[in-house]
């Protein structure tokens, strides 16, 4: 369906929310829970699926398959429309979830798809639509960070994606290729080539930090990367979080601390290079 052409602004620095304004007639959608505040005259439908489609496209098998798409990429099975129904220009904001950017996209600039992380998605311009893409390498779907599924997003539209810490952003040249930690990529255009490489040497791989495996991007396209992965951040705050005490006394402090080191620190390390 034809993309809706709506105007935004970015708000803040590192707790951003973006604010979108409508014409009257214009909507946008957004994640499930992501919307901040609206203004009067804005109506908001919650539809089934990724709402790129009219309410009748596809029946009931389309909207199945695209509620499918939305819930193993880690979306919501829900997507809410907010739609301009007044006379005049209204606004509606949409907040990131934790500490990062937030990174618009013009889909029609970048050759109409873009492929990012899973749960990256924030808010569009409707019409723009939300599916799946599979790594088609078995390595890359194993110790590539996000695993098999990642999300792509379609369209001529505006996209909005949030992402942890600062974003850099790179443009590759046809076969330049750029190492990065699993977890820190955010977002690519169709022509990177998107694979994985083990770091080498026993001693960096078992004590390093960063795991067992880089991320290789090889141009040509542009990537996003992010500074501050949401599962590094969430690894961090769970090892300084206070361990309650069992009835174990010292023995229980004892196993929690070797717990604490063999699962989250060095299994993880080894892993998925997110969990320093």
């Known amino acids: 369906m034809a993309m809706d052409v709506v105007d935004y602004y970015l708000h803040g620095d590192d707790m951003q929310f973006v604010e979108i304004e409508l014409d009257p007639g214009e909507a946008a959608i957004g994640e499930a829970g ?4 609206m203004e009067d005259g804005i109506g908001m439908t ?21 509620a499918g798409k939305r819930l193993i990429t880690g979306e919501s099975l829900f997507t809410t429309v907010y739609t301009n129904q007044g006379s005049g220009k209204r606004k509606v904001g949409f907040a990131a979830p934790y500490t990062g950017k937030i990174i618009p996209f013009d889909l029609s600039q970048i050759g109409g798809t873009l492929i990012c992380q899973r749960d990256a998605f924030l808010c569009a311009a409707k019409g723009v639509s939300l599916g799946i893409a599979f790594q088609r390498k078995l390595g890359t779907g194993f110790f590539g960070g996000e695993g098999f599924i990642m999300q792509k997003l379609e369209g001529d539209g505006l996209a909005f994606v949030h992402s942890g810490g600062t974003v850099l952003k790179r443009d590759l040249a046809p076969g330049e290729v750029l190492r990065v930690d699993t977890g820190c990529v955010v977002a690519y255009t169709t022509g990177i080539d998107f694979d994985i490489q083990f770091v080498g040497g026993v001693k960096t791989a078992l004590f390093g930090g960063e795991g067992l495996f880089f991320a290789t991007l090889r141009g040509p396209g542009t990537v996003w990367i992010q500074s501050l992965p949401f599962a590094r951040l969430a690894s ?14 010292s023995g229980g402090e004892q196993g929690g601390l070797a ?18």
């Open 259 to 276: 717990a604490g080191i063999l699962g989250g620190g060095l299994l993880g390390g080894l892993i998925g290079g997110d969990g320093d």
């Open 34 to 37: 992501s919307m901040m505040y």
């Open 236 to 249: 961090r705050i769970f090892a300084a979080a206070p361990r309650t005490q069992g009835g174990g006394g």
């Open 46 to 66: 919650t539809v089934f699926g990724d709402g790129s489609a009219g309410s009748g496209a596809g029946g009931l098998f389309g909207k199945l398959l695209g």
